[in-house]
């Protein structure tokens, strides 16, 4: 039995321990990725920038929330998913959400939302960056003038993307065979690898992505991560697309 003197102890370390753990919203590094997500094959990737990287377009609560929370639930319900189905705990998330229909039926769907959630998640952490915006640049830049005819264009095709989501999904911009260029939305978590399309460039469009600051104001929220885009980033998966 514990004496009250060591439980007031014990639990005075234990919430120093915690208050050391927890990072400020505007903390220059993000959390490690130490959570329960990393007891199985998949784990939290680090955010690539600190949460308030992206201020004032998008907040470093959300980002904090979004990354540490959400992001990571995912990926401990898929470890969970995933777990005891051998033949597929080796593959790469890739790998899985490129061959739903290959998985056992009784993990699909369960893999199609939740690896989708990790895959997706993983994806749109890159595709912004501290700074970014603006607009593409060489052969993508020409792609996309050839299959949209210019920037302005194609920024209100994938905002009306964005915008026409019924509920929670996604919107983005894909290459198809050819590497064919083309805006496409998914509902949830699905994800345009599932179809065989490299995505290039997504936005998530569920509320957890933008509420906290843009509440019900969807495009306000679209309009503005424009402005953190890394095209560098969206460029080079053009580039390794599959020709
Ligand atoms: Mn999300």
């Known amino acids: 039995m514990m ?52 201020e004032p377009h998008i907040d470093a609560q959300t980002m904090q929330i979004h990354h540490n929370k959400h992001h990571e639930a995912y990926i401990v319900n898929l470890n969970k998913v995933i777990n005891g189905h051998a033949e597929w705990d080796k593959k790469s998330i890739e790998e899985l959400m490129a061959n739903l229909s290959a998985l056992p039926e009784e993990i699909r769907v369960p893999v199609q939302n939740q690896g989708g959630g990790h895959y997706n998640h993983s994806l749109f952490w890159q595709m912004m960056k501290k700074d970014g915006g603006g607009e593409p640049k060489g052969e993508l830049a020409s792609a996309m003038d050839k299959r ?24 983005w911009l894909v290459a198809g065979p050819g590497k064919q ?43 503005a991560w424009f402005n953190v885009i890394n095209w560098d980033f969206v460029a080079e998966r053009y580039q390794n697309a599959a020709a």
Not at 17 to 31: D, E, R, T, V
Not at 149 to 160: A, D
């Open 148 to 171: 949209f005819r210019n920037f302005v264009i194609f920024k209100q095709e994938l905002s009306r993307a964005a915008t026409g989501r019924f509920g929670s999904g996604w919107a």
């Open 181 to 223: 260029l083309s805006i496409e939305s998914t509902a949830n978590q699905d994800t345009p690898l599932s179809a065989g399309k490299t995505p290039l460039l997504g936005i998530d469009v569920w509320e957890h992505a933008y509420y906290l600051k843009y509440q019900n104001r969807r495009p306000d929220y679209i309009a």
């Open 3 to 54: 004496t009250r003197r060591q439980a007031i102890k014990t639990t005075a370390i234990a919430t120093a321990a915690c208050a050391a753990m927890l990072p400020s919203a505007g903390a220059q590094q993000p959390a490690p990725a130490t959570g329960p997500g990393s007891y199985g094959p998949f784990s939290l990737p680090p955010l690539p920038y600190p949460f308030d990287a992206l």
